[in-house]
């Protein structure tokens, strides 16, 4: 299934497309260095890539927790990103007056998956005509994510992807239900599976945010196995100082390897 965005490449490949980048947006000079990595590598193995960036980080534990380093500073940052490495961008909002402002910067806009019912928000997305990535809610089922669709579809926007980023299993963590992934698909969109959202450990009781990054590959190949469409995946050069999610982030050299190895398993399913 491909995505309408002029700058997303290697769609002849036939490959898995991409979503990958620091959870926020902590600066120039760290954005442009994972994004030219990210760049040298989807080249390389013919990967289409979409980088990805938040703006500003609105659903946080704790007062103190790092939420970006200003709006407009950071979605000028992603659109440098675009311009210089012509990538496809995408980053989250999270209220209706955020849709029009993130669109003038950015190629996807992305519903949080704890907003994906609302339905303000979702037509103020749809009605800039951008790409709109919607995560599917920890609480929902793959089913329910088709009203949400529909709310794109029928604000006149075509253009969607549904993710999943697992399902709120107890009250501090998470478990995926590779179902959705077959179950969302029916929908005709493009879908993506959020490997590093899936493995985070919320509502720690020191207020942050952990995580299982060492099972990262694990859910990547599985969702590669049973057929999405792409990977949305948070990587960061050193994940320990991260000023957020650090937790379940994979390092930004291991991602290469990773994708080879996926690559393998997508070559596999495509031809048997």
């Not at 000079?29 to 990805?52: C, H, N, T, Y």
């Not at 599985?222 to 949305?232: H, T």
Request: proline share 4%; glycine share 6%.
């Amino acid at each position: 299934m491909l995505i309408n965005i002029p700058k997303l490449q290697h769609t002849a490949s036939g490959n898995f497309f991409l979503m990958a980048g620091p959870c926020a947006i902590e600066g120039e000079e760290m954005a442009m260095g994972i994004a030219e990595e990210l760049v040298r590598i989807s080249d390389r193995l013919q990967i289409p890539l979409i980088f990805k960036g938040s703006y500003r980080k609105a659903n946080r534990s704790r007062k103190d927790s790092f939420t970006g380093i200003g709006d407009e500073k950071a979605l000028k940052i992603l659109a440098k990103v675009s311009e210089t490495f012509v990538v496809p961008t995408v980053t989250d909002i999270h209220e209706t007056h955020e849709a029009a402002m993130a669109a003038e910067y950015v190629d996807v806009l992305q519903i949080p998956a704890f907003l994906c019912r609302q339905t303000d928000l979702l037509i103020a997305a749809a009605q800039t005509s951008k790409v709109v990535n919607i995560k599917k809610g920890q609480f929902l089922s793959g089913e329910s994510m088709k009203f949400a669709v529909e709310k794109i579809k029928e604000s006149g926007n075509d253009n969607v992807i549904l993710t999943d980023r697992g399902n709120s299993f107890g009250y501090s963590d998470l478990v995926v239900d590779f179902r959705n992934i077959t179950v969302m698909r029916e929908n005709q969109v493009p879908v993506v599976m959020d490997v590093t959202h899936s493995l985070q450990q919320p509502n720690q009781s020191s207020g942050v945010t952990g995580g299982r990054p060492a099972l990262i590959e694990t859910i990547a190949k599985a969702a590669i196995a049973v057929g999405a469409d792409g990977l949305f995946i948070e990587t960061h050069p050193d994940p320990l100082t991260a000023r957020s999610d650090g937790a379940n982030m994979l390092p930004l050299a291991q991602l290469e390897g990773l994708m080879r190895r996926l690559i393998r398993i997508r070559e596999a399913i495509r031809f048997e």
